[in-house]
């Protein structure tokens, strides 16, 4: 996603069914991002979708998205923070019965704190690791990690035993 993002491609489309692991020379869990069928230039002069045009797949839409706004990298990280929600609590944050209820939860509704899902999970979730989701599943972009870069740098904290930015 970094690679994507450094040659101003936003991939609009992010989730677990776009995302291997592969081997890769000696790497054997390379991650690898398929499917840049819907991905947006940001450098191109021309626009390749309309405003206010939705694509992608509700359940790991941006607001932004969801509301047919513009787009960008942040969108992505957005989408990062669902898959990493849905990988500690087994679920994903908005889940409702329709596409449209789908994406009114994306701009609209908090995601529930991993403490207060029921049932409850069988481990607790570490506080730094929740904020540092949480912060990627921000409504506004400006909110948001700014680049996937700084969102490397608080799980690389968090791995290391140290505490996020996101923790306030």
């Known amino acids: 996603l970094a690679a994507a993002h450094h040659a101003s491609i936003v991939h609009r489309d992010l989730k677990p069914d776009n995302i291997f692991l592969v081997s890769h020379g000696a790497e054997h869990d390379f991650v690898k991002i398929l499917d840049f069928g819907i991905a947006k230039v940001s450098s191109a002069e021309g626009r390749i979708?309309?405003?206010?045009?939705?694509?992608?797949?509700?359940?790991?839409?941006?607001?932004e998205q969801a509301a047919g706004n513009p787009v960008d990298h942040r969108g992505d990280i957005y989408s990062f923070?669902?898959?990493?929600?849905?990988?500690i609590s087994g679920r994903r944050p908005f889940d409702a019965d329709t596409f449209m209820a789908i994406l009114s939860q994306h701009m609209y509704k908090a995601p529930?704190?991993?403490?207060?899902?029921t049932p409850p999970?069988?481990?607790?979730?570490?506080?730094?690791l929740e904020a540092v989701i949480l912060k990627c599943l921000s409504k506004?972009?400006?909110?948001?990690?700014?680049s996937i870069d700084e969102l490397g740098e608080e799980l690389d904290r968090f791995c290391n035993g140290e505490v996020p930015n996101a923790v306030s």
Do not use: C, D, S
């Not at 923070?81 to 990988?87: Q, S």
């Open 112 to 117: 529930t704190p991993f403490g207060m899902l």
């Open 121 to 128: 999970l069988a481990e607790p979730v570490a506080a730094a």
């Open 49 to 63: 979708t309309r405003a206010g045009t939705i694509f992608g797949t509700p359940h790991y839409m941006a607001p």
């Open 140 to 146: 506004r972009p400006e909110n948001r990690y700014q």
């Open 81 to 87: 923070g669902v898959i990493l929600y849905e990988m």
